[in-house]
Structure formats: C-alpha cells, structure tokens
C-alpha cells in the first residue's frame, strides 16, 4: 500500500508523527510550501529528512499571489502517480479532484472547524469544503472542535478520527535570565507569542492590558513575533499610553524557550476576521509545556481541549476587552491561581500533548481506509 501525504511544509511539531509515518508505511511526502511563509511572514521550516521519500513542489507561475503552477504540478503527481491513499491537510480541492479523477482513496487531515459565509465565493468554497469532508474516506480530526464540525456537516462518525495537535515541549531546552536582562525583576508577566496580524486579536489585548495596567503597575506585556500589523500596533501602544510594554519583534528558536519560561501569563487573544480564525494555536500547547496559565478565546480550536476554565486558566469570547481584562486579573492578582494553574496546565500537556496517541490515531484513520481497499481487492 503507497500512500501520499500532501502538507505545506516541514515544521518542527510535524517531524515526530511524519518521521513515524515513514516507518510505518510507504509514504511519499509532497510539500508545496516548503521554504516559503505565510502572510509575509517568515517561517522557520525544519530539514526534510533524508531517509523520506518526499517532493518539494512550487514553480514561477505566479496569478493573486497564488502558485497557479505549484496546483497543475500537485494534480499530475496524484492523478498519475503510484499511490494508493491520498492524505492532505492543504489544497483539499485538487486533492479531492486528483484523487476521484485517478480512484484512489481521501484522507483528509484537517483542523479547520469554523467556516462562515462571508460572501458568495466564501458560500460556494464552504459548500465544496463540506462535500468534501462528506465523501472523504475518512477524516483525522486535528481537535474537538473540528469532529464536531465534521458531525455537524453530515460526516458518518465512524469515519471521524480524533485526536489533539502535538507540539515540541521547549521547556527541555535550556533557558536564559529574562527577568534580569529585561530589567523586569518585580514584574507580573503576560506573554504573547506569534505572528502580528489581525486574527490575534492583539489590539483586544493591549486595550484591556491599558485597563490593568492603570490599577496594577506591576504588570508587563511582552507581545513576541513580527509581522504587517506591527507599526500599527506600536502606534496603538502609544495612543493608549501604555507604558510596560515591549515588542521584541521575531524571537530565534534558541530563544523561544526563555520567553515561554519567564512569564505568569500566556495569552492568545485570537478573533473571527472574516472567515478567519485559529484554528487551533500551538503557542498554547507551549506555553502550557512550561506550566503556564492560558487565557484564550472561543476563537481558538485548542481552547476546548487544552483550557479549562478555572482549572489551568480561562476561556473569553473574542473581542471581549472587559471580559479578557477581568480573566488577566483574577489570575495576576491572586499568587497562588498563578502556580496552581501553572501546574494544572503541565498536568494536561503531558495527558494531551502525545504523539504516541495522535500517531496511533493517525494509524486508525489510515487502517479504516486501507481495510476497505483490501476487501474490494
């Protein structure tokens, strides 16, 4: 049994499951975004391991910004290639189509729940989304929230796979003096990780963050990453009149485990943009690795499986300034909610965050498909 795995890229919390697909079964991992980012931002993508079959497809045909090229590219290599099983969690369109056209078995790997109609080409791209999640062979759901969806959206239940995103624990790595080096010794730290666009919801932070800050002086927000909506958010700062606050712009990888160790906070204060969301948010799965609160919004897929309200941290709607202002300061204003929660959030990393479990998962998903491939042999 051949099987392709269609993915953007090789990233670090990909690497454990894929490197266990390969020695499990004969995969042949395609990538189409390998050694690009997202939304102008750069993405720090992992080494594809030499002992993977793998392809890295892309080309210079280049109409909306999109690599019209690197989508004919993908549906030759499926219709014609030697495979059994098409898995992807990118281009599910020319997947779906490659793999009918060619009468080759779906998997759709998918973390997507939410998908709203914002406009009349976002109505009919829903629809063919849904058609798709129906007529897969069957879905690994990357989180609740997604195989609720599936449910929703009129998937046998049988054919839904379920298990949470896995991340890279960094608090293994070693981890540097902050508190010293930032000079914030008597500070109560609330950290943002990520990229600074719209969908985080940043602006909704900083404006409740302005809120605390004028009761609690103590308090510092560092807001960690880069991206198009930094200006604007540095402007925002200043208009508010914050005055403990830093952006520090994009953090190196050895690094990242110094930010996640020396906060009290974490925060994700992620919103619907449009049809825009997080879909799930592995920043939390780290944060949470290095025993940290976690305040999030509906708004974010691991919310439902990682936080639980009063117990590692809380769940706020998004938008809510009020609502995420009162949820900071029930937590920074009471020392003991900071550790205990603190301890809580680790308890779950180690319970959810298995890729021993997610591959077994994987492993289920793959078998249920392969099952009905040797019966109708």
């Known amino acids: 049994m051949k099987i392709v795995l269609v993915h953007p890229a090789i990233m670090d919390y990909r690497v454990e499951l894929f490197e266990k ?4 079964y004969d995969v042949t991992f395609v990538l189409t975004k390998q050694g690009r980012g997202q939304e102008n931002v750069k993405e720090i993508h992992e080494k594809i391991s030499t002992e993977w079959k793998s392809k890295i497809l ?41 793999s009918k056209l060619s009468g080759k078995k779906f998997i759709f790997m998918t973390e997507f729940w939410c998908l709203k109609d914002t406009s009349s080409a976002r109505k009919i791209l829903n629809s063919l989304t849904k058609m798709i999640m129906r007529h897969s062979d069957s879905i690994f759901a990357m989180g609740t929230k997604v195989s609720r969806s599936c449910i929703d959206f009129g998937v046998k239940t049988e054919r839904i796979f379920m ?29 943002f990780m990520g990229r600074l666009v719209k969908i985080k919801g940043l602006n909704f932070l900083m404006e409740s963050f302005s809120m605390l800050e004028k009761t609690n002086e103590n308090v ?10 930094k200006d604007e958010l540095e402007n925002l700062a200043k208009q508010l009149k914050i005055k403990n606050i830093l ?19 974490f925060v994700l204060p992620s ?14 799965n ?34 809510n300034i009020t609502e995420l202002k009162l949820s900071l300061y029930k937590i920074i204003s009471n020392t003991e909610k900071i550790k205990t929660f603190g301890i809580n959030s680790r308890k779950l990393f180690l319970e959810k965050n298995n890729y021993s479990k997610m591959f077994l998962t994987f492993v289920a998903a793959i078998d249920y498909v392969a099952y009905n491939i040797e019966n109708k042999r």
């Open 286 to 319: 780290e944060a949470m690795a290095f025993g940290k609160p976690i305040i999030t919004t509906i708004a974010v897929g691991a919310g439902t499986d990682l936080v639980i309200n009063g117990y590692n941290g809380y769940v706020v709607s998004d938008k």
């Open 271 to 284: 919103i619907f943009y449009g049809p825009f969301y997080e879909p799930w948010g592995l920043v939390i």
């Open 220 to 229: 510092f927000l560092l807001i960690c990453g880069d991206g198009p909506d």
């Open 21 to 24: 697909l390969h020695k499990k």
């Open 58 to 98: 892309n080309s210079n045909v280049i109409f909306c910004k999109k690599d019209i090229g690197m989508y004919l590219l993908l549906m030759k290599e499926l219709v014609f290639g030697n495979y059994d099983i098409v898995i992807t969690s990118t281009s599910r369109y020319v997947c779906w189509i490659a």
């Open 163 to 191: 298990y949470p995103q896995c991340s890279v624990d960094y608090s293994k790595q070693s981890v540097k003096d902050l508190r010293k080096e930032l000079k914030l010794n008597d500070k109560k730290i609330i950290l």
């Open 247 to 265: 952006f520090t712009g994009t953090i190196e990888k050895k690094e990242i485990s110094s930010y996640y160790n020396v906060c009290d906070i």
